[in-house]
T-cell receptor, first 113, second 113 residues
């Protein structure tokens, strides 16, 4: 059974650009959540989607957005990139609406120059 | 608000030493508690969990007991191996409705042969 797949693995952008990250959950999983990981702030929750609906959102500015498709794949978008957006972005999927078992991808390392 | 506090790292131990990583939490209601592990270059993996007071989670020789009276969920292992070198995250889930886990800062463990 394939795990959670995130693409691309590495990304380099410049300030002001926008970026789209992709996450393919484990087959059959309907919940996808996104986290930002930085050395200073640790792991912070961005948002969570279940059956194409955003159910939870963390305390991030509106430049951070996401969506989920009917096949449960998810994308997150960051517009007008800032240096502070440099981070490892992790996606996690689970079968149902609980946190009983989250499966994480290896992440997308975003560097903003 | 809800938060998780972990002991600071890095923690350096010799192989076969006893491991304790402290984790305390602040939460409203009755959270579920988790330990996740992150190996270099990888995403997080669920190590163990406990969903109610006095529950003991265990996996791969690691254990943690949910102590409501001390709001703690300390991770222990009787004999660590070099392969246990990783970053360990304590996390809580208050909402139990998917996605939104609150993580501690992480504790880096290095085990020397």
């Amino acid at each position: 059974k394939a795990g959670v797949t995130q693409t691309p693995r590495y990304l380099i952008k410049t300030r002001g650009q926008q970026v789209t990250l992709s996450c393919s959950p484990i087959s059959g999983h309907r919940s996808v959540s996104w986290y930002q990981q930085t050395p200073g702030q640790g792991l912070q929750f961005l948002f969570e989607y279940f059956s194409e609906t955003q159910r939870n959102k963390g305390n991030f500015p509106g430049r951070f957005s996401g969506r989920q498709f009917s096949n449960s794949r998810s994308e997150m978008n960051v517009s007008t990139l800032e240096l502070g957006d440099s981070a490892l972005y992790l996606c996690a999927s689970s079968f149902d609406a609980t946190n009983e078992k989250l499966f994480f991808g290896s992440g997308t390392q975003l560097s903003v120059l | 608000g809800n938060s998780v506090t972990q002991m600071e790292g890095p923690v350096t131990l010799s192989e076969e030493a006893f491991l304790t990583i402290n984790c305390t939490y602040t939460a409203t209601g009755y959270p579920s508690l988790f330990w996740y592990v992150q190996y270099p270059g990888e995403g997080l993996q669920l190590l163990l969990k406990a969903t109610k007071a006095d529950d003991k989670g265990s996996n791969k020789g690691f254990e943690a007991t949910y102590r409501k009276e001390t709001t703690s969920f300390h991770l222990e292992k009787g004999s660590v191996q070099v392969s246990d070198s990783a970053v360990y995250f304590c996390a809580l889930d208050v909402y139990n409705q998917g996605g939104k886990l609150i993580f501690g800062q992480g504790t880096e463990l290095s085990v020397k042969p």
